[in-house]
Protein backbone atom coordinates (compact mmCIF):
# COMPACT_ATOMS: atom_id res chain seq x y z
CA UNK A 1 0.00 0.00 0.00
CA UNK A 2 1.58 3.16 -1.33
CA UNK A 3 0.55 6.52 -1.79
CA UNK A 4 1.33 10.19 -0.49
CA UNK A 5 -1.35 9.55 2.76
CA UNK A 6 0.28 6.16 3.35
CA UNK A 7 4.12 7.48 2.64
CA UNK A 8 3.20 10.34 5.43
CA UNK A 9 1.51 7.85 8.12
CA UNK A 10 4.54 5.18 7.70
CA UNK A 11 7.20 8.69 8.22
CA UNK A 12 5.28 10.81 10.95
CA UNK A 13 3.07 8.03 12.05
CA UNK A 14 0.83 8.92 15.38
CA UNK A 15 1.83 12.28 14.88
CA UNK A 16 0.44 13.05 11.68
CA UNK A 17 -2.93 11.20 12.53
CA UNK A 18 -3.60 13.21 15.28
CA UNK A 19 -2.55 16.83 13.59
CA UNK A 20 -5.01 15.69 10.41
CA UNK A 21 -7.77 14.53 12.29
CA UNK A 22 -7.82 18.12 14.60
CA UNK A 23 -7.01 20.33 11.49
CA UNK A 24 -10.25 18.08 9.87
CA UNK A 25 -12.58 18.72 12.85
CA UNK A 26 -11.83 22.38 13.32
CA UNK A 27 -12.53 23.32 9.86
CA UNK A 28 -9.43 22.82 7.52
CA UNK A 29 -11.14 20.97 4.55
CA UNK A 30 -8.73 17.93 5.40
CA UNK A 31 -10.66 14.87 4.81
CA UNK A 32 -10.26 12.50 8.26
CA UNK A 33 -12.02 9.61 7.36
CA UNK A 34 -9.58 8.13 4.47
CA UNK A 35 -6.78 9.35 7.04
CA UNK A 36 -8.69 6.75 9.61
CA UNK A 37 -9.19 4.39 7.32
CA UNK A 38 -5.58 3.94 5.75
CA UNK A 39 -4.27 4.24 9.76
CA UNK A 40 -6.49 0.96 10.55
CA UNK A 41 -5.43 -0.85 7.44
CA UNK A 42 -1.33 0.07 8.52
CA UNK A 43 -2.52 -1.42 11.87
CA UNK A 44 -3.81 -4.54 10.06
CA UNK A 45 -0.18 -4.99 8.83
CA UNK A 46 1.56 -4.34 12.49
CA UNK A 47 3.00 -0.85 11.47
CA UNK A 48 0.85 0.74 13.69
CA UNK A 49 -0.75 -0.14 17.14
CA UNK A 50 -4.99 0.01 16.74
CA UNK A 51 -5.55 0.60 20.34
CA UNK A 52 -2.97 3.62 19.78
CA UNK A 53 -4.37 4.77 16.91
CA UNK A 54 -8.01 5.00 17.87
CA UNK A 55 -7.22 6.74 21.04
CA UNK A 56 -5.28 9.43 19.21
CA UNK A 57 -7.76 10.19 16.36
CA UNK A 58 -10.27 10.18 19.55
CA UNK A 59 -8.21 12.64 21.31
CA UNK A 60 -7.94 14.97 18.28
CA UNK A 61 -11.41 15.17 17.65
CA UNK A 62 -12.55 15.17 21.42
CA UNK A 63 -9.60 18.71 21.65
CA UNK A 64 -11.25 20.16 18.69
CA UNK A 65 -15.18 19.58 20.01
CA UNK A 66 -14.02 21.27 23.09
CA UNK A 67 -12.57 24.52 20.80
CA UNK A 68 -15.52 24.94 18.96
CA UNK A 69 -17.83 24.33 22.34
CA UNK A 70 -16.09 27.21 24.52
CA UNK A 71 -16.88 28.98 21.17
CA UNK A 72 -19.98 28.54 21.70
CA UNK A 73 -20.56 29.66 24.91
CA UNK A 74 -18.85 32.96 23.93
CA UNK A 75 -20.23 33.59 20.86
CA UNK A 76 -23.95 32.26 21.09
CA UNK A 77 -25.91 31.47 18.27
CA UNK A 78 -23.66 33.61 15.83
CA UNK A 79 -21.26 30.78 14.90
CA UNK A 80 -23.56 28.42 14.07
CA UNK A 81 -24.79 31.35 11.43
CA UNK A 82 -21.11 31.41 10.32
CA UNK A 83 -20.65 27.64 10.16
CA UNK A 84 -24.01 27.41 8.15
CA UNK A 85 -23.02 30.28 5.92
CA UNK A 86 -20.30 28.56 4.64
CA UNK A 87 -22.17 25.30 4.14
CA UNK A 88 -24.12 26.91 1.15
CA UNK A 89 -27.75 26.28 2.96
CA UNK A 90 -27.86 29.25 5.71
CA UNK A 91 -31.41 28.95 5.74
CA UNK A 92 -31.95 25.75 6.60
CA UNK A 93 -28.87 24.72 8.37
CA UNK A 94 -29.58 26.37 11.70
CA UNK A 95 -32.98 25.55 11.84
CA UNK A 96 -32.01 21.92 11.02
CA UNK A 97 -29.35 21.56 13.77
CA UNK A 98 -30.57 23.39 16.43
CA UNK A 99 -34.39 21.32 15.92
CA UNK A 100 -31.74 17.88 16.20
CA UNK A 101 -30.19 19.10 19.19
CA UNK A 102 -33.22 20.08 21.07
CA UNK A 103 -35.32 17.05 20.27
CA UNK A 104 -32.03 14.56 21.24
CA UNK A 105 -29.73 16.67 23.19
CA UNK A 106 -26.43 15.32 24.72
CA UNK A 107 -26.90 11.56 23.09
CA UNK A 108 -26.61 13.01 19.99
CA UNK A 109 -23.47 13.63 20.19
CA UNK A 110 -22.80 10.26 20.05
CA UNK A 111 -23.53 10.00 16.37
CA UNK A 112 -23.08 13.65 14.96
CA UNK A 113 -19.61 12.81 13.69
CA UNK A 114 -21.65 10.43 11.06
CA UNK A 115 -23.76 13.41 9.93
CA UNK A 116 -23.04 15.91 7.88
CA UNK A 117 -23.48 19.39 8.98
CA UNK A 118 -24.02 18.56 12.50
CA UNK A 119 -20.94 17.57 13.25
CA UNK A 120 -19.36 20.19 13.13
CA UNK A 121 -22.39 22.68 14.27
CA UNK A 122 -23.16 20.28 17.51
CA UNK A 123 -20.16 20.80 19.50
CA UNK A 124 -21.06 24.69 19.61
CA UNK A 125 -24.66 24.41 20.34
CA UNK A 126 -23.73 22.62 23.40
CA UNK A 127 -22.24 25.27 24.60
CA UNK A 128 -24.86 28.07 22.93
CA UNK A 129 -27.55 26.20 25.55
CA UNK A 130 -25.35 25.83 28.41
CA UNK A 131 -24.83 22.23 28.12
CA UNK A 132 -22.54 21.55 31.43
CA UNK A 133 -18.56 21.23 30.41
CA UNK A 134 -18.24 17.52 32.08
CA UNK A 135 -21.89 15.97 30.36
CA UNK A 136 -20.61 17.62 27.12
CA UNK A 137 -17.15 15.95 27.42
CA UNK A 138 -18.61 12.44 28.45
CA UNK A 139 -20.97 12.03 25.37
CA UNK A 140 -18.56 13.71 23.14
CA UNK A 141 -15.39 11.78 23.54
CA UNK A 142 -17.86 8.95 23.74
CA UNK A 143 -19.01 9.76 20.31
CA UNK A 144 -15.28 10.51 19.09
CA UNK A 145 -14.18 6.76 20.25
CA UNK A 146 -17.32 5.62 18.42
CA UNK A 147 -16.86 7.51 15.20
CA UNK A 148 -12.96 6.61 15.33
CA UNK A 149 -13.73 3.13 16.50
CA UNK A 150 -15.62 2.48 13.17
CA UNK A 151 -13.73 3.69 10.78
CA UNK A 152 -10.64 2.15 11.88
CA UNK A 153 -12.01 -0.77 12.49
CA UNK A 154 -13.19 -0.62 8.32
CA UNK A 155 -9.88 -0.01 7.54
CA UNK A 156 -8.49 -2.99 9.61
CA UNK A 157 -11.32 -5.26 8.93
CA UNK A 158 -10.53 -4.75 4.32
CA UNK A 159 -6.91 -3.74 4.33
CA UNK A 160 -6.37 -6.37 1.31
CA UNK A 161 -9.11 -4.41 -0.54
CA UNK A 162 -7.98 -1.02 0.26
CA UNK A 163 -3.85 -2.17 -0.45
CA UNK A 164 -5.28 -2.94 -4.03
CA UNK A 165 -8.10 0.59 -4.54
CA UNK A 166 -4.45 2.19 -3.42
CA UNK A 167 -2.74 0.38 -6.16
CA UNK A 168 -5.06 1.51 -8.64
CA UNK A 169 -5.10 5.19 -7.62
CA UNK A 170 -1.27 5.02 -7.85
CA UNK A 171 -1.61 3.16 -11.12
CA UNK A 172 -3.89 6.33 -12.72
CA UNK A 173 -1.67 8.53 -11.08
CA UNK A 174 -2.17 12.39 -11.53
CA UNK A 175 -5.09 10.74 -12.99
CA UNK A 176 -6.87 10.14 -9.81
CA UNK A 177 -6.10 13.74 -8.52
CA UNK A 178 -7.66 15.53 -11.75
CA UNK A 179 -10.82 13.57 -11.14
CA UNK A 180 -10.92 14.06 -7.29
CA UNK A 181 -10.60 17.88 -7.93
CA UNK A 182 -13.37 17.61 -10.25
CA UNK A 183 -15.42 15.67 -8.29
CA UNK A 184 -14.97 18.44 -5.46
CA UNK A 185 -15.43 21.44 -8.03
CA UNK A 186 -18.91 20.15 -9.50
CA UNK A 187 -20.19 19.81 -6.26
CA UNK A 188 -19.45 22.71 -4.90
CA UNK A 189 -20.73 24.22 -8.20
CA UNK A 190 -24.38 22.18 -7.59
CA UNK A 191 -24.56 23.04 -4.37
CA UNK A 192 -23.82 27.44 -5.35
CA UNK A 193 -26.18 27.07 -8.41
CA UNK A 194 -28.68 25.27 -5.79
CA UNK A 195 -28.24 28.29 -3.22
CA UNK A 196 -28.20 30.91 -6.52
CA UNK A 197 -31.81 29.39 -7.42
CA UNK A 198 -33.05 29.58 -4.19
CA UNK A 199 -32.47 33.00 -3.67
CA UNK A 200 -33.99 34.52 -6.38
CA UNK A 201 -37.01 32.24 -5.87
CA UNK A 202 -37.53 33.90 -2.25
CA UNK A 203 -35.63 37.31 -2.76
CA UNK A 204 -39.59 39.36 -3.66
CA UNK A 205 -40.12 38.38 -0.36
CA UNK A 206 -36.81 39.59 1.73
CA UNK A 207 -36.82 42.86 3.22
CA UNK A 208 -33.55 44.27 4.82
CA UNK A 209 -33.12 45.18 8.77
CA UNK A 210 -32.96 49.32 7.28
CA UNK A 211 -35.86 48.83 4.80
CA UNK A 212 -37.85 47.32 7.79
CA UNK A 213 -36.58 50.54 10.13
CA UNK A 214 -37.61 52.90 7.62
CA UNK A 215 -41.33 51.48 7.48
CA UNK A 216 -41.70 51.28 10.86
CA UNK A 217 -40.30 54.69 11.28
CA UNK A 218 -43.27 55.65 9.21
CA UNK A 219 -45.66 54.50 10.82
CA UNK A 220 -46.28 51.68 8.47
CA UNK A 221 -48.79 49.48 9.78
CA UNK A 222 -46.23 46.54 9.60
CA UNK A 223 -46.75 43.27 12.06
CA UNK A 224 -43.30 41.42 12.94
CA UNK A 225 -43.69 38.08 14.05
CA UNK A 226 -40.36 36.51 15.55
CA UNK A 227 -40.30 32.73 14.83
CA UNK A 228 -36.97 32.27 16.49
CA UNK A 229 -36.04 28.53 17.97
CA UNK A 230 -36.13 28.09 21.63
CA UNK A 231 -32.23 27.91 21.56
CA UNK A 232 -31.53 31.19 19.47
CA UNK A 233 -34.31 33.34 21.82
CA UNK A 234 -32.95 31.48 24.86
CA UNK A 235 -29.34 33.18 23.87
CA UNK A 236 -30.46 36.94 23.00
CA UNK A 237 -33.90 36.90 24.37
CA UNK A 238 -34.45 40.53 22.79
CA UNK A 239 -37.63 41.01 20.81
CA UNK A 240 -38.05 43.86 18.58
CA UNK A 241 -40.63 46.21 20.22
CA UNK A 242 -43.94 45.36 19.40
CA UNK A 243 -42.93 42.05 17.79
CA UNK A 244 -45.25 38.75 18.66
CA UNK A 245 -42.77 35.71 19.27
CA UNK A 246 -43.64 32.25 18.67
CA UNK A 247 -41.83 29.14 17.31
CA UNK A 248 -42.75 27.62 13.95
CA UNK A 249 -43.97 25.14 15.94
CA UNK A 250 -46.69 26.69 17.69
CA UNK A 251 -48.22 28.36 14.11
CA UNK A 252 -50.72 25.79 14.18
CA UNK A 253 -51.60 26.70 18.32
CA UNK A 254 -51.44 30.45 18.06
CA UNK A 255 -51.96 31.59 14.39
CA UNK A 256 -54.75 33.51 15.80
CA UNK A 257 -53.01 36.03 17.36
CA UNK A 258 -51.41 37.03 14.03
CA UNK A 259 -53.47 40.27 12.69
CA UNK A 260 -55.27 40.22 9.13
CA UNK A 261 -55.17 42.69 6.74
CA UNK A 262 -51.39 43.54 7.60
CA UNK A 263 -48.27 43.04 6.43
CA UNK A 264 -46.43 40.16 8.28
CA UNK A 265 -42.73 40.36 8.41
CA UNK A 266 -41.28 37.26 9.71
CA UNK A 267 -37.77 37.53 11.88
CA UNK A 268 -35.61 34.83 12.36
CA UNK A 269 -31.98 34.27 12.42
Known sequence: M????????????YLILFAWVL??????????????LASGALAATGRLRIGAVILLAALASL???????????W????????????????DSCVRKTEQLFMKHGAPSLLVAKFIPGYNTAAPPLAGVVGMSLSRFLRFSAGGALIWAGVFIGIGHMFSAQLELVG???EELGSWALGLAIVALGAHIAWK?????????????????????KARLDDGD????VDVRDRIDFDAEPHVIPGALHLTTEELAKRHREIPRGRDIVLYCT
Do not use: K
Not at 5 to 13: D, N, P
Open 75 to 90: QGTRVLGWLCRISMEP
Open 192 to 212: FISRQRFLRRIRIARITPEEL
Open 23 to 36: GEQLGLPLPAEPML
Open 2 to 13: DGPLIEALLQWG
Open 221 to 224: DTMI
Open 63 to 73: LADTVWYWIGR
Open 167 to 169: EYF
